[in-house]
């Protein structure tokens, strides 16, 4: 099975910031596309946002964007705004089961 | 529109079944394949199970091997998730999902969820 570490598990950030999330993956995947990353906020089922893993989801801000092959994935946001606080996943569809990283919940400072 | 709706959570004791649903509506249900994704009161998402648009294909998260059976009828656009010998490890808010891989499409639509309380 891929394990998805995911890091850090938290942070706090200030509106504006630019803020990098990365997951690493504990085998290598055959196809860079094979991530997602997925916004949640509390009480609310998961969205997604990129995947595959640098493809935005229509109406997504372009301040979201993804990159990564191989075992490192990162999500980075270029400029915090209040409605990005929220807790990030990423998952892998490379191969099943599919996992998901822990997340990062981002908070603000 | 994309319409996912799980219902037949509820309550169940250690060691006992439940048998979720996921009703889709507003797009071809045949030519997704779907997914049970679940997430614990304050913990992460974990993924169930998936099973292929047309059931040649299950998989199942390690967690639930052999206990939980994915299904789903075409006919009436319905997913199902028949849980069996339930711990209480299972509590969790379930949701569906979709997917069509030859698209690149992965979890665009959840359902909003149904809440799993497996306690004596």
């Known amino acids: 099975d891929i394990q998805m570490t995911q890091s850090p598990s938290s942070l706090s950030a200030s509106v504006g910031d630019r803020v990098t999330i990365t997951c690493r993956a504990s085998?290598?995947?055959?196809?860079?596309?094979?991530l997602g990353w997925y916004q949640q906020k509390p009480g609310k089922a998961p969205k997604r946002l990129i995947s595959?893993?640098?493809s935005l989801q229509s109406g997504v801000p372009s301040r979201f964007s993804g990159s990564g092959s191989g075992t490192e994935f990162t999500l980075t946001i270029s400029s915090l705004q209040p409605e990005d606080f929220a807790t990030y996943y990423c998952?892998?569809?490379?191969?099943?089961?599919?996992?998901f990283g822990q997340g990062t919940k981002v908070e603000i400072k | 529109q994309v319409q996912l709706v799980e219902s037949g959570g509820g309550v169940v004791q250690p060691g006992r079944s439940l048998r979720l649903s996921c009703a889709a509506s507003?797009?071809?249900?045949?030519?997704?394949?779907m997914h049970w994704v679940r997430q614990a009161p304050g913990k992460g998402l974990e993924w169930v199970a998936v099973?292929?648009?047309?059931?040649?294909?299950?998989n199942y998260g390690d967690s639930v091997k052999g206990r939980f059976t994915i299904s789903r009828d075409n006919s009436k656009n319905t997913l199902y998730l028949q849980m069996s010998s339930l711990r209480t490890e299972d509590t969790a808010v379930y949701y569906c999902?979709?997917?069509?891989?030859?698209?690149?499409?992965?979890?665009?639509?959840w359902g909003l969820g149904t809440l799993v309380t497996v306690s004596s």
């Open positions: 999902a979709r997917d069509r891989p030859n698209y690149n499409v992965y979890f665009d639509y």
């Open positions: 099973i292929w648009y047309d059931g040649s294909h299950i």
């Open positions: 998952l892998q569809h490379e191969s099943y089961p599919w996992t």
């Open positions: 595959p893993a640098s």
């Open positions: 085998q290598g995947f055959r196809n860079k596309d094979n």
């Open positions: 507003g797009f071809t249900f045949s030519d997704y394949g």
